[in-house]
């Protein structure tokens, strides 16, 4: 069960141990925008950091780590349609000056 002391020391630590992640994350971002980096360098220093903390907050606050394989399945599949998505207006434009 999830009631007995070990496990609850366990997911204590666990989440102590995501905090300080996201922490020093959120500490990285900062710094990377104290060094003035070109804009595309810094917009994608950005997002891969984003994208690290959304995935520790989507893996353990979300529980999405204890899921079945199934969840995977969809979740890249939302992730497939949702670069469809951002993809489009990039096609829909060479379409019309091409």
């Not at 060094?35 to 999405?64: D, E, R």
């Amino acid at each position: 069960m999830h009631s007995d002391t070990e496990a609850i020391k366990k997911s204590v630590r666990t989440y102590w141990m995501i905090g300080g992640a996201l922490y020093l994350l959120t500490v990285i971002t900062v710094a990377v925008n104290q060094v003035h980096l070109a804009v595309p360098l810094a917009v994608t220093v950005a997002l891969i950091v984003a994208g690290f903390k959304g995935a520790l907050v989507a893996s353990v606050f979300m529980h999405l780590s204890h899921e079945k394989p199934w969840i995977y399945g969809s979740l890249i599949l939302t992730v497939v349609g949702f670069l469809v998505l951002l993809a489009l207006p990039i096609f829909t434009i060479a379409d019309t000056i091409g």
